[in-house]
């Protein structure tokens, strides 16, 4: 039989086979270690270099954004600039005072009770893929919001069909880079006396796995920033039903990861348009919390543009309305460049970033990473951090 030379050939055909089956396992095998390798390194040391010139999709040119933007840093830290921060670690800032506050508004009082961490966490679970989301009356379930990819676009439906349910008038707001168009996801709530008054609350509904230079098909961004998106999104349901006498918009953007993006795009919009901002509040970052003491960070480039009076409403709201969170002043400027709310500033508009603990020790590990999901949240912290940041919106929209 074995003389055979058809045998003999398929013999060798099945050898073949079998050497081409595992050429390919072990170099699939080398590719995941490298990849887990690179991204360990990624948030283990908050490096961020930039991206590599051959392995950008798009770069901005000259025109896409105003020239008052600096452009985003990458280098010396990703969300944060570890260095600044060791720097100012001990220094102090500026004392606030808690003393003399009103008794707590009890309008107020019901508006932060209605904060629902299972709404949040449910928005959350949709956004970073680990759940269905309905789009179109259709199931879907997405697995990345990177920038490049068209399943942001599926994500970003999602948020303008919540906005649609719950009768907030909601927009996509264009923008280019190099003649490729973007969107941003612009939802707004008329004020009711002096609509002409606008309080901005941001929030970056696209994510990143690390490699935001080019197109990445998993990326969940649960806490970066799923959770800022999230938090958005329920606090216009709630002040919806405040009334409030100025105008709040409530804020999307795309582009954060490669380069800040929509917030550059977005300023430049309202800067051109001459709109009395009164305050811009970034929340980018808040449902990782693994230490004792709920720490919230609330960054104001060292009042740039007297931004240190949004800090100050922060620290006297969390104590007014006995909310379970202990705000930090960073007084620094380590995220100077690195999240939406700089191009506000760039703009001469006061502007905070809210974040959780910014630090070498209370830093997310999950950052940039295939691990940033829902599980490794903290989900009762960042209720708490809902709460405070709808007292100090409802303050800024007039409400007292």
Request: proline content about 5%; some cysteine.
């Amino acid at each position: 039989m074995f003389d055979h030379p058809y045998v003999w050939v398929g013999f060798a055909l099945l050898a073949l086979a079998a050497l081409i089956s595992l050429f390919l396992v072990r170099k699939r095998g080398e590719k995941i270690e490298v990849d887990s390798a690179v991204d360990h390194d990624h948030h283990a040391g908050h490096n961020h270099q930039a991206p590599p010139a051959d392995q950008v999709l798009l770069t901005p040119q000259e025109g896409d954004f105003s020239s008052v933007h600096a452009g985003k840093k990458w280098t010396g830290g990703c969300k944060f600039d570890p260095a600044e921060v060791r720097r100012s670690r001990f220094m102090a800032g500026p004392k606030i005072d808690t003393t003399n506050l009103p008794a707590p508004n009890p309008v107020v009082v019901a508006a932060i009770n209605q904060v629902s961490i299972d709404n949040l966490k449910d928005t959350m679970l949709k956004l970073s893929g680990e759940i269905p989301m309905m789009v179109g009356g259709k199931s879907v379930q997405i697995a990345t919001r990177n920038t490049y990819h068209p399943e942001l676009g599926i994500a970003m439906s999602y948020m303008e069909e919540a906005y649609k349910a719950l009768g907030i008038s909601v927009s996509r707001s264009p923008y280019k880079v190099r003649g490729k168009t973007f969107e941003n996801l612009v939802a707004v709530i008329p004020g009711s006396v002096d609509p002409k008054k606008v309080l901005i609350l941001g929030s970056h509904l696209d994510s990143t796995a690390g490699r935001p230079w080019g197109i990445e098909n998993k990326a969940p961004g649960a806490d970066d920033d799923g959770s800022g998106s999230a938090a958005v999104l329920e606090m216009a349901r709630i002040i919806k039903g405040l009334k409030l006498p100025y105008t709040v918009q409530f804020l999307h953007f795309t582009g954060e990861e490669q380069g800040l993006w929509g917030s550059y795009a977005y300023s430049d919009i309202v800067a051109a348009a001459k709109t009395e901002v009164i305050a811009m509040l970034q929340i980018d970052m808040i449902a990782y919390c693994n230490k004792p003491g709920n720490r919230l960070d609330i960054h104001d480039g060292v009042n740039k543009n007297g931004s240190h009076e949004i800090v100050v409403k922060f620290f006297r709201a969390i104590k007014r309305y006995g909310i379970n969170i202990n705000p930090v002043d960073t007084h620094n400027n380590a995220v100077t460049d690195r999240s939406d709310q700089a191009g506000f500033l760039d703009h001469g508009y006061k502007a905070v970033l809210i974040s959780e603990e910014f630090s070498d020790d209370g830093f997310n590990p999950n950052y940039h990473s295939l691990n940033d999901r829902v599980v490794n949240c903290n989900m009762p912290y960042m209720t708490e951090v809902a709460k405070a940041v709808l007292v100090v919106a409802a303050e800024y929209g007039g409400l007292n």
